[in-house]
Nanobody
């Protein structure tokens, strides 16, 4: 079992930045690929970014490429999402997730564990 706790969400003006963190506990963190997803009201959950078990590979959703950066620190059992140049359409609940598949994972069904989510609100 892996427990995931997100933090760092909040209210920010358009053009601003936030850094989300996701702390993992339980099984060996480095055994898992990690990802960030988001869900806005009335919309389906959307893939944001993914990172392989050792951080060697990353992948981003088209809507965040060039603005968001995913990273991980296996010594701290934490994955991060640096979000820059935020837009109102980035407003959503952001979830981190862990997958036993160690390479980058895009499909939500391939993730085994999920956090509770953290709200990000971008005001225009």
């Amino acid at each position: 079992q892996v427990q995931l706790v997100e933090s760092g969400g909040g209210l920010v003006q358009a053009g601003g930045s936030l850094r989300l963190s996701c702390a993992a506990s339980g099984r060996t963190f480095s055994n898992y690929a990690m990802g960030w997803f988001r869900q806005a009201p009335g919309k389906e959950r959307e893939f944001v970014a993914g990172i392989s078990w050792n951080g060697g590979s990353t992948y981003y959703g088209d809507s965040v490429k060039g603005r968001f950066t995913i990273s991980r620190d296996n010594a701290k059992n934490t994955v991060y999402l640096q979000m820059n140049s935020l837009k109102s359409e980035d407003t959503a609940v952001y979830y981190c997730a862990a997958s036993r598949i160690r390479t980058v994972v895009v499909v939500s069904l391939n993730y085994n564990y999920w956090g509770q989510g953290t709200q990000v609100t971008v005001s225009s």
